[in-house]
């Protein structure tokens, strides 16, 4: 398994505002996974791309996915106050190397 | 409908005492489960995974076990707690399929005094 690298460490934005998260991973995956962790509470899955896949779409949130860079992002449009949260990436190589690991995050803060 | 429940949610214990943590699955079969610790400013580190029933393998070297009596029932234990080993606790269980995303349970907040 191999670990996702998120850039921010930190974002802060107002309300309204894009978000975007960058993660960065080492070797080959089959997918690319993001969850969200709100604050004292468990991680929530988000969407999924997988690695033929370039970008995806799934309502306010877009996820590109770069391979030969080996680096992925996720955009959150018109953010709100309730989208503060920890984000997390998760790159799977699948396989024998299914179990997923997590970096640090982005801890985004949403102010209204 | 699938849901994964996590007890205590809340636990306060003096170095030294034991330590049990208790994780289930409802509304699937067969899945591969995980615990993971989440320390103070840092990353979620993967502890255990289970794929089967007594089937346990350890990620990192440490003062913990765990053990899977059950299908879905998945438990982490220490005989004698550390400092260190203050943290929020996730169990997590995915269902084998090709993609492997986790569903994760609520946590349990575990402070060693």
């Known amino acids: 398994s191999q670990q996702g690298e998120e850039d921010p460490q930190a974002l802060s934005i107002q309300e309204g505002e894009n978000a975007t998260m960058n993660c960065s991973y080492k070797?080959?995956?089959?997918?690319l996974q993001w969850y969200r962790q709100n604050s004292g509470r468990g991680l929530v899955h988000l969407i999924l791309?997988?690695?033929?896949?370039r970008e995806k779409h799934s309502g306010r949130l877009r996820v590109t996915l770069d391979t030969s860079k080996k680096s992925s992002s996720l955009l959150i449009t018109a953010s709100r106050a309730a989208d503060t949260a920890s984000y997390f990436c998760?790159?799977?190589?699948?396989?024998?190397?299914?179990?997923?690991?997590f970096g640090k995050g982005t801890l985004l803060t949403v102010n209204p | 409908s699938q849901t994964i429940h996590q007890w205590p949610a809340t636990l306060v214990q003096p170095v030294g005492s034991p330590l049990s943590l208790e994780c289930t699955v409802e509304?699937?079969?067969?899945?591969?489960l995980y615990w993971y610790r989440q320390a103070a400013g840092r990353g979620l580190q993967l502890l255990f995974y289970?794929?089967?029933?007594?089937?346990i393998s350890s990620e990192v070297p440490q003062n913990l076990s765990a053990s899977r009596p059950q299908d879905r029932q998945f438990i982490l234990s220490s005989k004698k707690l550390l400092l260190s080993d203050s943290g929020f606790y996730l169990c997590?269980?995915?269902?084998?399929?090709?993609?492997?995303?986790?569903?994760f349970g609520a946590g349990s907040r575990l402070t060693v005094l």
């Open positions: 997590a269980w995915d269902n084998r399929g090709w993609a492997n995303v986790l569903t």
């Open positions: 509304g699937t079969s067969n899945p591969n």
């Open positions: 289970s794929v089967g029933i007594g089937q």
């Open positions: 070797t080959s995956i089959n997918n």
């Open positions: 998760a790159p799977n190589s699948g396989g024998s190397n299914y179990k997923l690991t």
């Open positions: 791309i997988r690695s033929n896949e």
